[in-house]
């Protein structure tokens, strides 16, 4: 059953997350949700909006594919109503080509009736732009 405490399903959220578990985060997000990742398909296949458990699942699981997750560490988690603000720490390695970026984001989500209705993830673009050309000009 879901947790009707959008604190404790964020903080959720991200324990699943960190492990992996695409099927865990779907279970604590609503069947219609929507998730934008706030950088261009230009830049990331997976950037952009995504609604809905397949589409949603499908863009995870592209995400996972493409980097290995070496820190994700979330802070500063503040509630406010059904609306959870927090950064996250990380360090990703590019699996193709063994880069790794590092840096900080933002996640906003908003949770009603114990499930997750909405995902916000804010990333630097500049230096996601960046890294990308780096990695496609490191390719033979």
């Known amino acids: 059953m879901p947790h009707p405490d959008p604190f404790a399903v964020v903080t959720h959220f991200n324990a699943v997350w960190d492990a992996g578990d695409i099927d ?16 261009s398909k ?18 995870l699981r592209r995400m996972r594919a ?19 603000r927090f950064q996250v720490e990380f360090m990703y390695r590019h699996r193709e080509s063994g880069q790794v970026l590092s840096g900080r984001f933002r996640l906003v989500i908003r949770v009603e009736v114990g499930l997750i209705q909405r995902v916000d993830e804010f990333h630097d673009r500049a230096k996601v732009e960046a890294f990308m050309r780096l990695v496609r000009a490191s390719r033979p």
């Open 66 to 84: 493409d980097w290995d997750y070496i820190l994700y560490r979330p802070f500063s988690l503040a509630a406010d109503g059904s609306i959870v």
């Open 42 to 59: 230009d830049v990331l296949p997976y950037g952009g909006m995504a609604a809905g458990h397949a589409d949603i699942g499908e863009k």
């Open 24 to 39: 865990g985060v779907l279970a604590l997000m609503a069947d219609h949700a929507e998730y934008e990742l706030h950088i």
